[in-house]
Nanobody, 123 residues
Framework: VQLQASGGGLVQAGESLTLSCVAS????????VGWSRQAPGKEREIVAL????????DYSDSVKGRFTISRDNAKKAAYLQMNSLKPEDTAVYYC?????????????????WGQGTLVTVSS
């Protein structure tokens, strides 16, 4: 499955942004989806996960309550709604798929994290 993340940009602290992850090739519905981010000089952080049917979601403590992951299997897309953005959310955001949310959390993904989309939050 090839994925393309988009929707990043420059926003001010407190504002919102929605990222999209669109799949080409195989159906997205066969997979769990994860969003990760990586800031300069920092390790990759997996911030949100969603099961293949959307029934299970999981978030890192750093974004819990502010970010919402969702998916539309008919559109072969997943989304990351980001509210109350903070300067520390500045990073390149990536999406990837795996056989389960647990697999993605353990970095067992199908393919790679792709090119990502840059989110910059100014204070």
């Amino acid at each position: 499955v090839q994925l393309q993340a988009s929707g990043g940009g420059l926003v001010q602290a407190g504002e919102s942004l929605t990222l999209s992850c669109v799949a080409s090739g195989r159906a997205l519905s066969n997979y769990a989806v994860g969003w990760s981010r990586q800031a300069p000089g920092k390790e990759r952080e997996i911030v949100a996960l969603i099961s293949w049917n959307g029934y299970i979601t999981d978030y890192s403590d750093s974004v819990k309550g502010r970010f919402t992951i969702s998916r539309d299997n008919a559109k072969k897309a997943a989304y990351l709604q980001m509210n109350s953005l903070k300067p520390e959310d500045t990073a390149v955001y990536y999406c990837a798929v795996g056989v389960s949310t647990s697999a993605i959390r353990s970095s067992t993904i199908a393919g790679d994290w792709g090119q990502g989309t840059l989110v910059t939050v100014s204070s």
